[in-house]
């Protein structure tokens, strides 16, 4: 598949860069765009793994470029995740304002009718914040709040974020083992 990665301000961008290497390993084309406050977190959050998660990318977007090959319906990509999502570029998807690539990318994705899925990682939130993503879910994305479950006993932090992006790739599709799925039993 081809899938568009799109990285916000949000705190959480190891949600983003795991996913990348994830579907990367899976063998599917990733292109990836970061806003300015997304590059800024990434940075400060995840600098021992940045580089080498985005130069892994087929392609790394300047988020000012709107002329990018993304930026148009006619590039069939498969999919678009956007993790993490700050509560500005959600409020943007919901309300149709592109001001940037990712965002165009993202109303791309909708009005082609593709899977959009939408990581808020914020919180609390306020009632605008809960009905951006009601209007989003309406416009047809899936929102998966990044809050990992605990069900497969997780030993490490690393363990709580391949939860989450384990249930984006189920999400999408894309086959993987990054945490036990639930099977009903508790011993």
């Known amino acids: 598949m081809k899938i568009i990665v799109g990285i916000t301000g949000a705190s959480g ?16 084309q990733v292109h990836v765009v970061l806003t300015e406050s997304g590059e800024k977190v990434v940075r400060f959050e995840c600098p021992d793994i940045y580089e080498r998660i985005l130069s892994s990318a087929d392609m790394l977007h ?22 993490p999502a700050s509560m500005k570029t959600v409020a943007c998807i919901a309300t149709g304002v592109t001001d940037n690539l990712l965002t165009r990318a993202a109303d791309v ?15 609390p939130m306020h009632a605008g914040h809960l009905e ?7 416009l047809g994305a899936m929102v ?6 605990f069900y497969h006993l997780p030993k490490t932090l690393m363990d709580l974020v391949d939860m989450l992006v384990g ?10 083992n990054l945490f036990r799925h639930w099977d009903g039993n508790m011993e």
């Open 62 to 83: 300047d988020v000012h470029n709107i002329g990018a090959s993304i930026a148009s319906g006619s590039f069939r990509a498969d999919a678009m995740v956007v993790v």
């Open 144 to 149: 998966i709040p990044a809050s990992p479950g």
């Open 109 to 123: 994705i909708l009005k082609e009718g593709r899977r959009l899925i939408v990581v808020p990682r914020e919180t």
């Open 167 to 176: 249930k984006i790739c189920d999400s999408l599709n894309v086959e993987n």
């Open 13 to 28: 961008s190891i949600y983003g860069l795991r996913l990348i290497e994830v579907l990367k390993e899976a063998g599917h």
């Open 132 to 138: 951006n993503l009601l209007k989003v879910s309406r």
